[in-house]
């Protein structure tokens, strides 16, 4: 296939080694996606770790381009597949439910790291819970964003993992030798549950957080734990100190320096300033800045200000926490992604021109908290291009938000999920493929799906496009053990109109915590 009829699991594929060296960008991309390459079937809906501008322009045009339309995607990993000729009986039925591609990727760190990383991002959650009873052999799985967190521990020495989550879980009941009970947890009633009567079953705990402003849900999940192993962990949770607790950064606590400008479409040039905490406490910086240009020959340059988005972010931006003693910012020096800082992005023109020489560039905080001016030079610029054309008369500066500055994350790459695809030889075009998707716990820790994933059938062949994409009916699945398999029912119209002949069915599913494919033989016989 060419052009529009490309595969969609080929588009994913080639997307996604770029997307996972460049920013976290915003989620629409896996909409239009689907609805671009899904015919038979409807594909509905599914942030964000900042990366500094002073990158090189060719990769800032890429990320300034498409941060504003895409989101990450991971590549693929091929899966073990096998055949058999009937479906079995004991799947889960299947159901249409539209997909749901997850908003972000999961990362990889240390527990410490992890911590760090909640700390940092989480704005919007207090208290901010993290157990300090997780040993060095446990490595963490997180996904974190302004409102909430989910962190996943796996011990790398025994089949043990641990989940905690703000994420509302519904959990299935307990087992014939399970129990749940309800007990007091940290001041509040909490739900408690064994899913059975083997030492280190399945556990959970979840109650409600005392807040300031209004409760926060938490779920401690479990398995592979005894009883006093996981009262261990839980018992252990303490409150990070996030950004909401930190008092406001002003002008005296921070140094700054200005950034390479960067190119994108159209003419523009992003400029950049990067902000450092020297102070012996830290703070938090948040908000859009008021920007007064300087002219080298004395005066100032008025433009009228309009506020921006941050280029590769979406969504409201929140708090910065700016760590303590930071060094002064060097953004031209090579110092990429230095944690605990934070950059303003903005775009100014002054058409037809000439443009004013610029002297310095004033920062002015927020709320009164005073201004902090860097050197121009030749790094700060003008962009002109579309919108100076035909001597336009364009006088305006745009200006985002304060925005962290983050190493390059590690994501997760590999699914723990092994597939096996169980269908007919042959399918007759005008009917229903009807076959068995089953998964594996592949991984040598328990897993537990966090959200149900999506997944796309694709049985394209030259002069047919026969792709459906839907979220797998995961509800009733709890903990996989190593080595453990659920398997699920599956549905493919196979249009009446389809060439006859050999094929092949490409299963790919697509998750937060790794995507994984699985392609297989299937004959389509005349009607």
């Given amino acids: 296939m060419t052009g529009p009829d490309l595969e969609l699991e080929e588009r994913l594929r080639k997307l996604g080694p770029s997307f996972k060296n460049a920013s976290q960008p915003p989620a629409t991309l896996h909409a239009r996606v689907m609805a671009s390459t899904t015919l038979p079937r409807p594909s509905v809906r599914r942030a964000s770790i900042v990366r500094e501008l002073s990158l090189a322009a060719s990769l800032v045009v890429f990320v300034g381009v498409l941060a504003f339309g895409f989101s990450k995607l991971h590549g693929l990993t091929p899966a073990p597949v096998k055949t058999s000729p009937h479906p079995t009986a004991t799947a889960i039925p299947w159901t249409p439910t539209p997909m749901v591609l997850p908003a972000s990727s999961a990362q990889q760190a240390t527990p410490a790291e992890a911590a760090t990383l909640i700390g940092r991002t989480v704005l919007t959650v207090d208290p901010l819970l993290v157990p300090g009873a997780i040993g060095d052999d446990y490595q963490a799985e997180l996904l974190a964003a302004a409102n909430g967190f989910t962190v996943d521990y796996t011990s790398s020495t025994r089949h043990a993992a641990v989940e905690l989550t703000t994420v509302v879980q519904r959990i299935a009941g307990p087992g014939a030798h399970g129990q749940r009970t309800t007990r007091s947890f940290r001041g509040a009633e909490a739900t408690y549950q064994v899913d059975d009567g ?276 995961c509800a009733s699945v709890g903990w996989l053990a190593p080595n453990q398999s659920v398997t699920f029912a599956m549905a493919l119209d196979i249009p009446a109109n389809t060439p006859p002949g050999p094929g092949q069915l490409r299963w790919s599913m697509y998750s937060a915590y790794g995507n994984v494919v699985a392609p297989v033989s299937v004959t389509v016989a005349a009607p």
């Fill in 198 to 473: 083997t030492p280190a079953a399945a556990r959970s705990l979840a109650w409600t957080e005392a807040s300031a402003n209004r409760g926060v849900p938490y779920t401690l999940l479990a398995d592979g734990l005894t009883e006093t192993e996981f009262w261990q962990v839980a018992n252990s949770l303490h409150a990070l100190v996030g950004a909401v607790q930190l008092r406001p950064c002003q002008a005296s606590d921070l140094r700054a320096a200005a950034g390479k400008a960067s190119a994108a479409t159209g003419g523009q040039l992003y400029n950049s300033i990067e902000f450092s905490n020297h102070s012996s406490t830290p703070c938090r910086l948040e908000g859009t800045p008021r920007l007064q240009l300087m002219k080298a020959s004395g005066g100032s340059v008025a433009l009228p200000q309009d506020d921006m988005g941050v280029p590769w972010a979406p969504g409201p931006a929140g708090a910065v926490v700016m760590d303590a003693g930071a060094p002064a910012p060097a953004p031209t020096a090579g110092q990429l992604n230095p944690t605990g800082q934070a950059t303003v992005v903005f775009i100014m023109y002054d058409c037809p021109g000439p443009e004013p020489a610029l002297s310095r560039v004033a920062v002015v905080l927020p709320n009164g908290r005073g201004s902090i001016s860097v050197t121009a030079g030749s790094d700060i610029v003008f962009s002109r291009g579309a919108a100076c054309e035909a001597n336009a008369s364009v006088h305006s500066i745009s200006v985002s938000p304060f925005s962290a500055l983050m190493p390059q994350p590690n994501w997760v790459e590999k699914s723990p999920l092994a597939i096996t695809l169980r269908l007919p030889d042959r399918v007759r075009a005008g009917q229903t493929l009807a076959y068995d998707v089953t998964l594996t716990n592949a991984s040598d820790a328990p897993f537990r799906f966090h959200d149900c994933p999506s997944y796309v059938e694709d049985a394209s062949r030259s002069g047919a496009k026969i792709i459906a994409t839907y979220q797998l009916n």
